[in-house]
Structure formats: C-alpha cells, structure tokens
C-alpha cells in the first residue's frame, strides 16, 4: 500500500514536470501513434462508453495520444473533448479527427490541473497513460473534480504484474512489424512496466483520492479501474 509518507517522496522528486520519463513529442509521438492506429480495442471501449452515459453525453479523454479513442467516441454521438500534455499530440488529435469529419475539443494541459470547470462531463476515461502521470493521485482528484454527479472515471492501464508472455501475447494482437514488435515489448518489459503500478497499489490509490474507492477488473496484461463520483 502507498503511505501519504512514500506519496510525498514521490512527488517531491517528480513534481517539477507532469509526467515520467521522455515527452511524447516529435519521433517518438510519431512512432507511438503509428504502431497504434491498428489497436481494435478503441471501438470496444467506445461502445462501453456511449452505453453508460446518455445520448450525447459529455466525455473528456485524458492523454489521448493521437485521439484515435476520442474519434471513436465522437462518432457515436458523444460530445468528446480531449487535453494532453504533448504538443505533438494535441495537434494530432485535432488532424485527425478533422480527417475523420468529427469535432473534438482538444486542450493542450496537465492530467492534474484540467482546463475545465467543475462538473463539465458525464465520464473521464484515460488509456494507456496513468502510469507515466507525475501527480497520480492529483489526476484522479481532478477526474473526480470535472465530473458530474453519478459520473464514471475509468483509467485502463498496464498492471505492473504482467508476465513476459502476456506482454508477448498483447504485442502480437497489434500485427507489428518484427522490429517495431520486438521494439514495443522491450518497451513494455523494461520501461513501461517499471512505471506501472500494482493492482493493490491502485486500490490505495483510489483510496486516497476523492472517489474514496473503485472497482477493478484485470484483463491480458491490464487492468481497468472504475470509479464513480457520489
């Protein structure tokens, strides 16, 4: 479990910037982006989404990358906006869903400073991204800050528990290349994971934040936290 003590130690080391490790900008944004564009679950969890919030809902997508979850939700109706701290990424998202013929409100900021006003969005949901937040806890509070009463925030994420042949399985779903698929598990095994946090040490967490507590569901080599604001 992390103690507020551990918490502050942290933080004391990584406040300075927003996020762990290199900054999702030029080369690296592009390759991110291209290995990607051809992940089938973006449809899935769009579909999840637009069943639990009403006909034209709010959603917000925190860290979308390139939007490619964003342009999923948009058309299904939804009323999407979208904030990331890369540069390169908030001008992604706004190319691509141009190109798809959908509207996103896209932000450049922080996960723990949202440029939105209270209450503003019936579901939060971040991909991929938590584990690289420098202020997780600051980031599930303002989650829990700009949504509406009854809403969800899911953070879908790498378990710090995944196995080797987990990871080779998850990689081998994105039909990659064989350098760029032995380049992403390296990346998994030795950069990501060691980001990623336990199922337990979401719990806490959760525990310490706003939302007081949530339920999560592990899947392949993820979890999926959902939380509910009261």
Known sequence: MISHTMYNMVMSKSEAKAYRGVGM?????????????????????????????????????????????????????????????????????????????VEIDVRHGNASALPFTDAAFDYVVCRAAFKNFADPLGALNEA???????????????????????IRA?????????????????????ILLGRAYTVEATHALVAQSAFGAGDIRTDGVGFELRATKR
């Open 144 to 166: 829990h800050r700009v949504l509406a009463r009854g809403g969800v925030a899911s953070i879908i994420d790498l378990r710090k528990e995944a196995t080797r042949d987990e």
């Open 25 to 101: 900008e030029g080369p690296i944004a592009t390759w991110y982006a291209k290995i990607t564009k051809t992940d089938r679950s973006f449809g899935a969890i769009a579909d999840a989404i637009a069943a639990a919030v009403p006909t034209g809902g709010r959603v917000l997508e925190v860290a979308p990358g390139p939007g490619y979850l964003a342009i999923e939700l948009a058309k299904r109706g939804l009323r999407v906006s979208a904030v990331d701290i890369s540069n390169a990424f908030v001008r992604m998202v706004g190319e691509n869903a141009r190109e798809a013929g």
């Open 170 to 190: 998850e990689v081998d779903t994105m039909k990659l290349s064989r350098w760029n698929a032995l380049w992403t598990r390296w990346t998994f095994r030795w």
